[in-house]
């Protein structure tokens, strides 16, 4: 069974005795962060990534076409790689499709939430009084899309920080002041 | 009582010999490749050019190290409360360190440094991870005398007037280590730990020179024929059998010897509630721990260590955004139940208990059998069967490996586990070596759970805490109950004030 917490652990040098109280929480009445509603990420940002499918799957095609023009050993086989390609092509579309449909964020009262993953479900959550600092980043297809990427730091290194992709620019640019504000209250 | 340091002032005269030996190695370093090849490459005349030359480099590098050592002064500016230290040949170079800023004042003693009778004193500032100044020989009163002075400063800055006699008192007392290592605990530790890291080392070894051998051979050196048949039917058993002995002895010796080399002496003082190690036997390495920093502490036992009550500690500590000194920990080798007791203590306050259990599903015991097992299997088979069947001979080599595989991944399943209390996480893995990594909830910096999408009807998924020095996982345990925890521990890290460092 789950344990009652008799306590809070807090840091003892932040003790202060005169406004302190040890209440009991009950656990089942916590918050919980699988319940929270997640935000897709902008419609444009799919826009986007067919773009960086579209020229990757160009250099693909290129190399092959040259393969065949060049190596001649390679003709009898060309319907083989044709379709081999083709089925690749469409697998990596299909994933990418799934990827983009899985990715989620959420920004609660005191954290933000970031899901993705194909196969398994990941789903990171940051303290805002873990936050060290927050970067806005803009590609330059993506500016053209009206779209913008919040990167947000810990100390905990590159494992534990979230990049939301796919957001539009404004709103990008409020969660970034929202989060700014957020940490300048925590300090 | 108090020396005076505000007049520039040289090292101990005898200084010039530890000058000496360091230039030796800071250009040895640089010439060894040359010295190698020129011993190999030259014919005689050549050679003879060489140890001709040595006692002239020897001679060059003599009045190089007389000339730093001239030039290498210290002295304290009283008026401007700075402590100034200039040296260099050519390039002078000045470093001057405002007291306030003073962390931490270590006096150590190499192998060299003991022989001589001096001291070396390392200044370390709050800025960066590395010791700012060095002085390398002093004589142990004036070493002393100089870490009061500089120490002394701090106190006064920090909490008005301190009697000084009364923190010079104290210091004298802090002086004497807290815990010390001692040779027979470094033996237990050479003995009974690091196989894996030894046999990996030692079979490097033996394939370069096989691959040495073999070049030698093929430069018709050894006789191709009488090397293979040197290696022949019966005589390859018995040489196999006495090749294994000798390799066991080779790796305890080769561990005993590195474990005394690199933690020789080991010391850990007390210092105003942080740590101070030092340890090592040629270079004396010293570290400072400090209880507020410390992320991660890992414990860690084998059954032959259980035995001779010792355990290795590691601890992790938060630096300042260097990457690659946050993967480095610190490491206590050989310490007993009670020490180890009195370290966790200082360091969290209390000694971590075990609390609520949670068990990993047995797929992760079924995935991991796969991925070491099954995966090779098929492979091996597939290539034995398809092209070289001479591979098929080696199959009892595979019965070995399954085995022995398999006897690891039960063990490191049924080790694996996750016990969580108020205060603490710990989580404990190892086939052999059982290691406990305890981290306290408020230490979390991010907390990332993760399900494949076929675990989802099992309630099965995992957790992944990350910290500021490093990540704890748990794979496949009940992921109900885990995201509860994780429910909790981010309701404790949002409602606390953020003091993780």
Redesign the interface.
């Known amino acids: 069974m789950?344990?009652v917490?008799?306590?809070?652990?807090?840091?003892?040098?932040?003790f202060q005795m005169e406004n302190f109280t040890n209440e009991t929480?009950d656990?089942t009445q916590?918050?919980?962060?699988?319940e929270v509603l997640f935000t897709p990420l902008h419609p444009n940002y799919w826009k986007l990534t067919l773009i960086h499918l579209f020229v990757l799957f160009l250099i693909l095609a290129t190399a092959l076409g040259f393969g065949l023009i060049f190596n001649a050993e390679l003709i009898p086989y060309k319907w083989n790689l044709v379709i081999a390609a083709a089925v690749l092509m469409l697998l990596v579309l299909m994933f990418s499709r799934i990827a983009f449909r899985k990715k989620g964020f959420a920004f609660r009262n005191?954290?933000v939430l970031f899901r993705s993953?194909i196969?398994?479900?990941?789903?990171?959550?940051?303290?805002?009084?873990?936050v060290q600092h927050v970067a806005l980043h803009e590609g330059f297809i993506s500016r053209i899309l009206g779209l913008a990427k919040i990167e947000i730091f810990?100390?905990?290194?590159s494992?534990?920080d979230?990049e939301i992709p796919g957001i539009e620019k404004i709103q990008a640019e409020n969660i970034k002041q929202l989060l700014m504000g957020k940490i300048q209250k925590?300090l | 009582m108090k020396a005076d340091f505000s007049q520039p002032q040289r090292q101990s005269s005898i200084g010039v010999l530890i000058m000496f030996f360091d230039t030796i190695q800071e250009y040895g370093r640089a010439l060894l490749p040359l010295i190698v090849i020129g011993i190999l490459k030259f014919d005689n005349t050549n050679r003879l050019y060489i140890f001709l030359s040595i006692p002239v480099i020897f001679v060059i590098i003599g009045i190089i190290a007389y000339l730093k050592y001239l030039h290498f002064t210290f002295f304290l500016d009283n008026q401007n409360g700075e402590f100034v230290v200039t040296e260099g040949v050519f390039n002078k170079t000045r470093t001057t360190i405002q007291l306030h800023k003073i962390q931490q004042v270590n006096i150590r003693q190499s192998l060299l440094q003991r022989i001589i009778g001096v001291h070396a004193l390392d200044v370390d500032t709050a800025g960066t991870n590395d010791k700012e100044v060095s002085i390398k020989a002093v004589s142990h009163e004036l070493a002393l005398n100089l870490k009061s002075v500089l120490l002394d400063n701090i106190r006064i800055t920090e909490n008005g007037k301190v009697a000084s006699e009364s923190f010079d008192s104290r210091n004298a007392i802090s002086e004497q280590p807290f815990i010390s290592i001692s040779f027979l605990s470094l033996l237990k530790v050479g003995i009974t730990s690091n196989y894996i890291r030894s046999l990996g080392l030692l079979l490097a070894f033996f394939v370069t020179t096989y691959d040495y051998a073999i070049r030698l051979s093929n430069h018709g050196i050894i006789d191709e024929d009488q090397f293979i048949n040197y290696f022949d039917k019966g005589f390859v058993m018995r040489f196999v059998g006495i090749l294994i002995v000798l390799l066991l002895v080779v790796i305890l010796i080769i561990n005993i010897f590195r474990t005394i080399i690199k933690f020789f002496n080991y010391q850990i003082t007390k210092q105003s509630g942080s740590l101070l190690l030092s340890f090592g036997l040629f270079a004396t390495k010293s570290t400072i721990i400090k209880p507020e920093k410390v992320q991660v502490v890992s414990v860690t036992q084998n059954y032959f260590q259980k035995k001779f009550d010792i355990l290795e500690l590691k601890i992790k500590q938060a630096t300042n955004g260097e990457k690659e000194a946050r993967k480095q920990a610190i490491e206590i080798p050989g310490c007993d139940k009670n020490e180890h007791i009195a370290i966790l203590k200082l360091l969290f306050g209390e000694m971590p208990e075990k609390g609520f259990m949670i068990k990993p599903n047995f797929r992760k015991l079924g995935f991991a059998v796969f991925l070491t097992i099954v995966l090779p299997l098929v492979l091996f088979y597939s290539v034995a069967l398809n092209g070289s069947p001479n591979l098929l001979e080696y199959q009892y080599g595979v019965a070995v490996y399954v085995v022995f595989m398999g006897i690891i991944q039960y063990f490191s399943f049924r080790n694996n586990r996750l016990f969580i209390n108020d205060r603490f996480i710990i989580k404990q893995s190892g086939a052999w070596d059982i290691s406990n990594e305890i981290i306290e909830p408020h230490r979390i910096q991010a907390i990332t759970t993760s399900q494949l999408f076929w675990h989802k009807s099992l309630n099965i998924g995992s957790i992944t805490l990350h910290t500021a020095g490093g990540n704890v996982g748990f794979q496949l345990g009940n992921f109900e109950k885990i995201r509860n925890y994780a429910n909790l521990w981010l309701y404790e890290m949002e409602t606390s004030n953020s003091n993780w460092m």
Do not use: C, M, W
């Open positions: 789950d344990s917490i008799s306590k809070i652990a807090y840091p003892k040098s932040d929480i656990t916590l918050p919980r962060f699988e005191h954290d993953g196969i398994a479900t990941n789903t990171i959550v940051i303290p805002y009084n873990r810990t100390a905990g290194g494992s534990s979230i925590q």
